[in-house]
Each structure stands twice: as C-alpha cells, then as structure tokens.
C-alpha cells in the first residue's frame, strides 16, 4: 500500500486560533491537490506553542495571568455529537478540508477541556475523512513550566487508529523521551507515527530516528516555523524569555521532516522557510524491517516485562447517579442506637 503524506511547515496565528483554523483548511486543501491524504500540523500549531510560560513562571506574575486567560480564550473546544464524534465545533472549517479532499488530518492544538473550563490540554487532535474525530491525544505530562499552561493528560488517545490511508498514531514532544509512552505506541502497531514537536533541535532530530527505527514505523516530524514579525509587538519580549533563540531570526526555525522504518530520511529537515512538504510512502516495507527487530513481537519478552495502560478519559469529578444513591431510612434510622 502506498500512501501520500504531507507536513504543513506553515506560521501559526499566536492566540488566534479560530483564524488559524481556517489557515489549516487553506493549507490541507493545498497539501491535497498535490496527492497529500494525511496531513500533518506541529504540537500546538492552533494557538501556537506557549513559549511565554518559561518566562513569565513566577508566583501571580501578572504578565503570565494575562497569557494564560488569553490561551485559555483562544483554545479550541471539540464537541461531541451524538454518535460521540466531535462535530460542529471549533475546527468546523478544518473537517469540511477533510471531507471534501478525502483527506485525515493530524493537528497540535491547545485545547480547552469545556467551553467553560479553565484547563487546557496540548493535544493532538486526528480528524477523519468523513471530518470526524478519530482520536485525541493529550499530552500525559507536560515538561518544566508547561505544567503551569498544560494539564497532565491520559492515555485515552494514546495509540494507533485505522484510517483509509494507513494506520496512525503519535506522540508529543518530550513523550517520545517516556520509554513506557514509547512503548504503549508501539504496541498498537502504528504504520506512521506522528512526532510534533514546537522546535527541531538536534535532540528532538534525534529522537523522531530513533523512534522510527525502535517502532519500525514511517515517522512525520511537524515542528514549527515562527518567524518574529508573526509574534504581536506585545509578546516579543514574553517569547525571547521563552524561546531561548537569539537576537534575530525566527524563534522557531523548522526543521520538519519524514524518516523511514530503517532510519533513513524521506525528506532531510526543512529549515528556514515555510512550506508544505509532500512525499510518497510505501508501506509495504515495514514487514521487511521487522526480520531483525519488533518491540512488540519476537523482539519483546512479556514472560519478563509487563505494562499495563489505564487507556480511559480520566475525570477529577465521578458522578453517581441520584437513582443510585441510598439514602438513610427515616422509619428504621440507622444501627446506631435508635
């Protein structure tokens, strides 16, 4: 089976995600007409990357409450329908892209847990090609100060799922360093794995080969491309503090790129520009790569090692229904005397 994929290395709207929304319809429909069917956005692309919080992480710091209300604002909110898919809701624009190019599309959002919560989760986001949702990811633990943006997530999204176009599955960031997030991911048995990543140092490169290579899995590195002038003038200095680049030149610089099941590169890292990078995959190669190593097969030793993986939506708040609930006995009292 072959399959085309696209990375959209495109600059995010910072706070604005509902326009940007309608920017990755743009670029879907764009990745689409050159044979793209998955596409591919980097870790919160919707709202983009919160670099602000590693500045601005002190007790009641002012400047990082004013950011946090504005992300939270700005946090796309999926509802469910009937049938438990999400549907007409904030990425209404970008599930029309899907439907009508036949399309799945993987995007990192900042997303808001209720309309009127005040968490937010840094999720991967997988949209259909009949524009429904087939999986969330949230992030299972966000790293230093993102802990003061981003809430733990769960292991609900945590996995591979069928789509027409392959098999798909992903992780977040410095997930692809939890070696039991890396292996609950392989054990669904993904096809192509998306790593997203807000930035692309050497590091992260070479995380996302090493992931291919141990998983045997076609990888989509989606890191972000954010040039200066796309931060507004009132958060350039929030971002310097955070970013951790120099004095010029964008604070993120790219560097998406798709590696192959033995590690070798499909496309080399893209960095310096924006673009919407399109390769073919070739599926069928992955059983080959398995002759000498699979995590999850003969090359595991479940006699020795066992994971157990709590892969349900978890809630602070567990409702029982008032038809369950026993309520004391006014004739009889209670055994303690009466």
Same mark, same amino acid.
């Given at each position: 089976? =072959?399959?085309?994929?696209?990375?959209?290395?495109?600059?995010?709207?910072?706070? +604005?995600?509902?326009?940007?929304? =309608?920017?990755?319809?743009?670029?879907?429909?764009?990745?689409?007409?050159?044979?793209?069917?998955?596409?591919?956005?980097?870790?919160?692309?919707? $709202?983009?990357?919160?670099?602000?919080?590693?500045?601005?992480?002190?007790?009641?710091?002012?400047?990082?409450?004013?950011?946090?209300?504005?992300? &939270?604002?700005?946090?796309?909110?999926?509802?469910? $329908?009937?049938?438990?898919?999400?549907?007409?809701?904030?990425?209404?624009?970008?599930?029309?892209?899907?439907?009508?190019?036949?399309?799945?599309?993987?995007?990192?959002?900042?997303?808001?847990?209720?309309?009127?919560?005040?968490?937010?989760?840094?999720?991967?986001?997988?949209?259909?090609?009949?524009?429904?949702?087939?999986?969330?990811?949230?992030?299972?633990?966000?790293?230093?100060?993102?802990?003061?943006? !981003?809430?733990?997530?769960? %292991?609900? $999204?945590? $996995?591979?799922?069928?789509?027409?176009?392959?098999?798909?599955?992903?992780?977040? *960031?410095?997930?692809?360093?939890?070696?039991?997030?890396? %292996?609950?991911?392989?054990?669904?048995?993904?096809?192509?794995?998306?790593?997203?990543?807000?930035?692309?140092? #050497? %590091?992260?490169? &070479?995380?996302?080969?090493?992931?291919?290579?141990?998983?045997?899995?076609?990888?989509?590195?989606?890191?972000?491309?954010?040039?200066?002038?796309?931060?507004?003038?009132?958060?350039?200095?929030?971002?310097?503090?955070?970013?951790?680049?120099?004095?010029?030149?964008?604070?993120? +610089?790219?560097?998406? *790129?798709?590696?192959?099941?033995?590690?070798?590169?499909?496309?080399?890292?893209?960095?310096?520009?924006?673009?919407?990078?399109?390769?073919?995959?070739?599926?069928?190669?992955?059983?080959?790569?398995?002759?000498?190593?699979?995590?999850?097969?003969?090359?595991? =030793?479940?006699?020795?090692?066992?994971?157990?993986?709590?892969? #349900? =939506?978890?809630?602070?708040?567990?409702?029982?229904?008032? #038809?369950?609930?026993?309520?004391?006995?006014? #004739? !009889?009292?209670?055994?303690?005397?009466?």
């Amino acid at each position: 089976m =072959r399959t085309t994929v696209a990375i959209a290395q495109i600059t995010p709207l910072i706070l +604005d995600a509902h326009t940007g929304v =309608r920017a990755a319809a743009d670029a879907v429909a764009e990745a689409a007409r050159a044979g793209a069917r998955i596409i591919v956005f980097a870790e919160t692309w919707l $709202g983009g990357y919160p670099a602000w919080a590693f500045g601005h992480a002190g007790w009641s710091d002012p400047t990082g409450r004013k950011l946090y209300g504005d992300l &939270l604002r700005e946090s796309v909110v999926l509802r469910a $329908g009937a049938d438990g898919h999400s549907v007409n809701d904030d990425l209404s624009p970008l599930r029309t892209a899907a439907r009508a190019h036949d399309a799945v599309v993987v995007i990192g959002a900042n997303e808001r847990s209720s309309p009127h919560s005040g968490t937010v989760f840094n999720s991967l986001i997988t949209i259909g090609t009949d524009g429904r949702t087939v999986n969330v990811h949230r992030k299972t633990t966000p790293t230093l100060t993102e802990k003061l943006v !981003h809430a733990p997530g769960d %292991a609900a $999204g945590l $996995g591979a799922v069928d789509t027409p176009h392959g098999r798909l599955g992903g992780l977040i *960031c410095w997930e692809h360093w939890n070696p039991l997030a890396r %292996a609950a991911a392989h054990a669904t048995e993904e096809q192509i794995h998306v790593a997203a990543w807000p930035d692309f140092p #050497e %590091a992260h490169l &070479l995380a996302s080969r090493s992931y291919a290579y141990e998983g045997r899995t076609f990888v989509l590195a989606a890191a972000q491309y954010l040039p200066r002038e796309a931060v507004p003038a009132a958060l350039q200095e929030a971002f310097q503090l955070g970013a951790g680049s120099g004095e010029t030149g964008p604070f993120f +610089d790219g560097g998406s *790129c798709i590696i192959a099941p033995d590690g070798s590169w499909i496309l080399e890292p893209q960095y310096g520009n924006e673009g919407v990078f399109v390769r073919e995959l070739d599926l069928a190669v992955i059983p080959d790569e398995h002759y000498a190593l699979d995590v999850n097969g003969h090359y595991g =030793r479940p006699d020795i090692f066992d994971l157990r993986v709590r892969a #349900e =939506r978890r809630s602070p708040v567990t409702r029982i229904p008032r #038809e369950l609930v026993t309520a004391p006995s006014v #004739e !009889h009292g209670d055994d303690r005397g009466e």
